[in-house]
C-alpha cells in the first residue's frame, strides 16, 4: 500500500497544494458566477464555499433588516447573496416590494422550509409559514371562520369593552406618575384574544391562558435568540452547535402547542356544531364539521383535518392577535405622547362625535383621524421591517433580473415605509398624510405593506383594526398620555419589532 500511495506522497509539496486548493477556490467562483448569472447583483467575490456571503452581512447591526444595509445602499435596493445552501435576494425599492408581494404575489406565494419555521410550526401546518393544498384549505378555512366571528360585532365590541373598562380603571390608579404601558396594554390585549380565540370567561387569571401569553411574551422579546437563528436557519449544520437559539425559540413553540392541545381536546368534547359560533375555535371546528359531512374522501379528511394543523392555526391567530396588537399600541402611545397636537385634534374629534358615549365600531366612519394614527403608526413603527420570508415557486424574474426557483425572497417593507420617494419626510410622525383633502381617510394608498399583501397577506388583518380602532380611541377619551423624558423610545427587533421601554404619564380627561 505504501509503495502504491509514494508517488501520491511526492506531489504532495506546499506549493502543490497550494495550487490544489486554488484551482478549487477558482473553480468555486465559477461555479457562484454560474449559479447567480442574469439574477440581481451582489457580493460575489466575497461568497465563500459553505458560508456563502456571511461575512458581507453588517454584524455590528443591532437589528436583522441593517445586517443588509450596507449591501443595500451598494446596490440600490435590489440584490442577491448566498447564505449557507440558500440563494437569498433582498427585495428594498417600492418596484421591487410590489412586484413580489402584489404583481406577481402567485410566483413568490411560497416559504422557506428551514429548520426553525419548520419544526416550531409542527412541520409547516400553520398559516404563516405553510405551503401547497394544506395551506390553501386551512388559510380558506381560517379566514371564512375569522369573518363569521367578526360579523358579529356586538360580541366582538362587548370583549373589548369588558377589557377596555378596566385597562382605564388600571391607568387610573397610576394617578398620573410615571409608569411604563407595556405591562397593561400586553394583558388587556390578550385577556381580549383569550376571550375572541376560546371562549367567554377565558382569559389570563386561568393558568393555562397565563402560561401562554408569558410564553408568547418571552418568544417575542427573545431578540438575541430571534436574531441568531434568522441568520443561522441558512445553515442546515448550525442547528448541531451549543451556540444556537433555535432551539430555545422551538421549544417555546412546543410547550405552547401542548396548552392549545389540551384546550382543543376539551372543547372537542363538548362541541355543538348547532350552537351560534362565539369564538374562533369554535368556528374553526364548525368550518371543519361542515367539511366532514361534504367531503367523501376519507384519506383527504385525515391529511387536511389535522389536530397539528388546528393547534398550528390557532397559534397564529393567538400570538398575531395579541403580540403585534399589543406592541402597536404600544408604539401608538409613544408617538402620541411625543406629539401632543395630534393627540389634541383626535380627542377634539372624539369629544364632537361621541360627547359623553364610549365610541363603537360604528364610529369608525366619523373618527377618520384615529383611524388616520392607526395608519401611521403601523407605517414609522414597522413591527415587521420584513415581511415574512417568501419563495420563488417557480423561476420567474424580478426588476428584470432571473429569479431561479427556491430562491428565498425578503421583501424590505421598512425600506419602503422610510423612503423619501414614496413618503414626505417619512422618519416624521404624521396621520394626516393618510387623509385626503375632504377630510376623509386614504384606504388604498400605495407603498403601504404593515399587512403585507397578495396571496400572502395577514389573514388577521381586519380582527387587528377591530381591536386597534376600539383600545385607541378609549384610551384617548379617557386619557392624555405625557412623555416622561421628552423622547420617543427605539425600535428593538427579534422576529417582531416592538419600542424600547419608556414610561408616560396619563392625564384623565374631564
Keep these: 500500500m505504501a509503495s502504491l500511495l509514494a508517488p501520491v506522497y511526492n506531489y504532495l509539496s506546499l506549493g502543490n497544494v497550494f495550487l490544489l486548493l486554488l484551482l478549487l477556490f477558482l473553480l468555486h467562483y465559477l461555479m457562484v458566477l454560474y449559479e447567480f448569472r442574469n439574477m440581481p447583483p451582489g457580493p460575489r467575490l466575497t461568497t465563500l464555499p459553505v458560508l456563502g456571503n456571511t461575512f458581507s452581512l453588517d454584524h455590528k447591526a443591532e437589528r436583522f433588516p441593517e445586517t443588509f444595509r450596507s449591501l443595500r445602499d451598494k446596490y ?43 419544526e416550531s410550526t409542527l412541520g409547516g401546518k400553520d398559516i404563516v409559514f405553510g405551503q401547497g393544498p394544506a395551506w390553501k384549505f386551512y388559510r380558506k378555512l381560517f379566514t371564512t371562520a375569522l369573518r363569521q366571528y367578526l360579523s358579529n360585532s356586538p360580541l366582538i365590541e362587548q370583549r373589548v369593552t369588558t377589557q377596555n373598562n378596566k385597562l382605564v380603571k388600571v391607568i387610573e390608579k397610576q394617578a398620573g406618575k410615571p409608569f411604563d404601558p407595556s405591562d397593561c396594554l400586553q394583558r388587556s390585549v390578550a385577556d381580549v384574544i383569550c376571550g375572541i380565540t376560546f371562549k367567554d370567561g377565558t382569559d389570563t387569571t ?105 393547534i398550528a392555526a390557532i397559534e397564529d391567530m393567538f400570538f398575531a ?59 414609522l413603527g414597522n413591527v415587521l421591517p420584513l415581511a415574512v420570508p417568501h419563495v420563488a415557486v417557480n423561476d420567474t424574474t424580478l426588476g428584470g433580473y432571473r429569479v431561479p426557483k427556491g430562491t428565498v425572497v425578503y421583501p424590505n417593507t421598512e425600506a419602503v415605509h422610510l423612503d423619501p420617494k414614496c413618503w414626505e419626510n417619512p422618519t416624521v410622525f404624521n396621520p394626516y398624510r393618510h387623509i385626503d383633502a375632504e377630510g376623509k381617510l386614504i384606504t388604498n394608498q400605495g407603498n403601504f405593506y404593515p399587512f403585507g399583501a397578495g396571496r400572502r397577506s395577514c389573514a388577521g388583518e381586519s380582527l387587528a383594526k377591530v381591536e386597534l380602532f376600539l383600545f385607541s380611541s378609549w384610551l384617548l377619551q379617557s386619557f392624555t398620555f405625557v412623555p416622561e423624558d421628552g423622547h420617543p423610545p427605539k425600535p428593538k427587533a427579534g422576529l417582531v419589532q416592538f419600542p424600547s421601554s419608556y414610561t408616560i404619564r396619563a392625564i384623565k380627561r374631564k
Design 76 to 118: 440600490n435596493g435590489i440584490f442577491s447573496v448566498k447564505l449557507g445552501s440558500f440563494k437569498a435576494l433582498m427585495a428594498s425599492s417600492s418596484e421591487a416590494v410590489k412586484e413580489v408581494l402584489v404583481k406577481k404575489s402567485a410566483d413568490y406565494a411560497g416559504r422557506p422550509q428551514m429548520h426553525v419555521f419548520y
Design 206 to 310: 386561568n393558568p393555562d391562558m397565563d402560561e401562554l401569553l408569558k410564553l408568547n411574551v418571552m418568544f417575542a422579546a427573545s431578540a438575541d435568540d430571534a436574531q441568531l437563528a434568522l441568520v443561522l436557519n441558512f445553515f442546515s449544520w448550525a442547528r448541531h452547535l451549543p451556540i444556537n437559539g433555535s432551539d430555545r425559540i422551538i421549544q417555546l413553540f412546543f410547550k405552547m402547542h401542548d396548552i392549545i392541545r389540551k384546550l382543543l381536546r376539551e372543547r372537542k368534547e363538548t362541541f355543538d356544531p348547532t350552537e351560534p359560533v362565539e369564538d374562533f375555535m369554535s368556528a374553526l371546528l364548525k368550518a371543519q364539521h361542515d367539511f366532514e359531512e361534504e367531503c367523501e374522501n376519507a384519506e383527504e379528511r385525515s391529511t387536511l383535518l389535522s389536530e397539528d394543523h388546528f
Design 321 to 379: 392577535g395579541y403580540e403585534t396588537t399589543s406592541t402597536i399600541l404600544r408604539f401608538a402611545l409613544a408617538f402620541l405622547a411625543n406629539n401632543p397636537k395630534y393627540q389634541e385634534e383626535i380627542q377634539h374629534q372624539l369629544d364632537e362625535v361621541l360627547g359623553s358615549r364610549r365610541p363603537s365600531l360604528d364610529d369608525r366612519p366619523k373618527l377618520p383621524l384615529i383611524q388616520a394614527t392607526i395608519l401611521e403608526v403601523l407605517r
